[in-house]
Nanobody, 120 residues
Framework: QVQLVESGGGLVQAGGSLRLSCVAS??????MGWFRQAPGKEREFVSF????????VYADSVKGRFTISRDNAKNTVYLQMNSLKPEDTAVYYC???????????????WGQGTQVTVSS
């Protein structure tokens, strides 16, 4: 069993920054991902990072603006979000995966989500 707890969401103006954190406890996984879901839309992939080696993948919509990182000693994954846009508004979820994948179905544990709202 893996427990994931996100934090760091909030309200920010367009162009601003936020950093999300996700603390993982329990059985270790291969990778950690961030997804987001806006009202009326499907959950979409944002980024993932492999615990060992730190390999990363980003969605095109966030490339160059978001940075994912991890602290293995703290079992924590971060998502630094810069140059935020109103279209980044969503609930952000961290998730745990045993695969190198951007597909939500390959992630077997999910956090409760944290709201990010970007005002124009």
């Amino acid at each position: 069993q893996v427990q994931l707890v996100e934090s760091g969401g909030g309200l920010v103006q367009a162009g601003g920054s936020l950093r999300l954190s996700c603390v993982a406890s329990g059985r270790t996984s291969y990778a950690m991902g961030w997804f987001r879901q806006a009202p009326g839309k499907e959950r979409e992939f944002v980024s993932f990072i492999v615990w060992s080696g730190g390999s990363t993948v980003y969605a095109d919509s966030v490339k160059g603006r978001f940075t994912i990182s991890r602290d293995n000693a703290k079992n924590t994954v971060y998502l630094q979000m810069n140059s935020l846009k109103p279209e980044d508004t969503a609930v952000y979820y961290c998730a745990s995966s045993r695969a190198y994948s951007i597909q939500p179905n390959d992630y077997n544990y999910w956090g409760q989500g944290t709201q990010v709202t970007v005002s124009s």
